[in-house]
């Protein structure tokens, strides 16, 4: 409803928000759009040029190639394994490290949370962690891709402040007086108090696991066990012109190579992002909310 009691320059300043956001938008779903058009076109038009907005000689040629091959369904199996074991290992190391450190009454809060934050800037290095995930035995086991990240520092602050701001304390007070347990209150009272800052952290740590590839590059070895973002990558490279096939292939061949493989790079990325697009908007109306009630006090 427009508002009766704007002044012209209300007006003006309105107008030029508006274009400035409609600019963002613009900007921000035409690279999603060009991906997707790109990926449906013929690799010939891709090559060319010939893509501006929709799909050009419609073909699915990228995404045969992607699905013929052989792995891609274990790939599949595999990151969703990784990412649903992952979030809720992650989601259960963050509850247990931020309800404790929320809590005025623990003593050791302020060490142990200047202890973690240290973390944040300050890590032992690529060649310690390898040292250390081999010799525990991880070494080309699923958990390795989970456990060397299973908790993250960030989730953890904005976690422990949502339980500082956002559970009253008479309610643990008056737990206390009823006889219920820590583990009971969290489990019955915090637990179902903290819908909007799990739904983040679910989404943080999904898409981390969803996208982890260097974990698998470092800790893993065999083929059966490797992520989604492991054999697209492995796709690619086969499907890079080799300059050694100049003397066994013609030109035509050549090109149609060349093609397939610019067809390839935009459904690969249209593979794998699609499911963390459409996890979104199932948790998209948490995100705000959690975040701004988890970074309301440090």
Known sequence: MRNLYATRGDRRFTAVIDALLLLVLIVTLYPLLYIVSSSFSAPSAVTS???????????VA???????????????????YYTVVGTLISLALT??????????DFRA?????????????????LIPTYLLVNQLGLYDNRMAIILPSALAIY??????????????KELLEAAKIDGCSDFSFVRSVVLPLSGAI?????????????NNIQSALIFLKSNDKM????????????????????????????????????????????????????????????????????????
């Open 95 to 104: 509850v247990l490290a931020a309800y404790p450190l929320s809590r005025p």
């Open 49 to 59: 040029g010939k893509v501006w907005l929709w799909p050009v000689d419609v073909s």
């Open 155 to 168: 989730n953890l602050i904005i976690t422990r402040t949502f339980f500082q701001t956002g559970i009253p």
């Open 198 to 210: 799990l739904a983040v952290n679910a989404l943080f740590y999904a898409i981390g696991y969803w």
């Open 227 to 298: 992520p989604l973002q492991m054999l697209l990558r492995s796709i690619l490279i086969q499907n890079q012109v080799d300059p050694s096939m100049t003397a066994t292939l013609n030109t035509a061949a050549l090109a149609e190579r060349a093609n397939l493989r610019e067809q390839l790079k935009y459904a690969l990325i249209v593979v794998s992002s699609l499911p963390v697009i459409l996890l979104y908007p199932f948790v998209q109306r948490y995100f705000v909310k959690g975040i701004m009630i988890g970074s309301i006090k440090g």
């Open 62 to 80: 990228g995404y045969r190639a992607v699905f013929h091959y052989g792995g891609i369904w274990q790939g599949f199996a595999n990151t969703l």
């Open 109 to 125: 809060g302020t060490p142990l949370m200047l202890l973690f934050t240290f973390t944040m800037f300050f890590s032992g290095g």
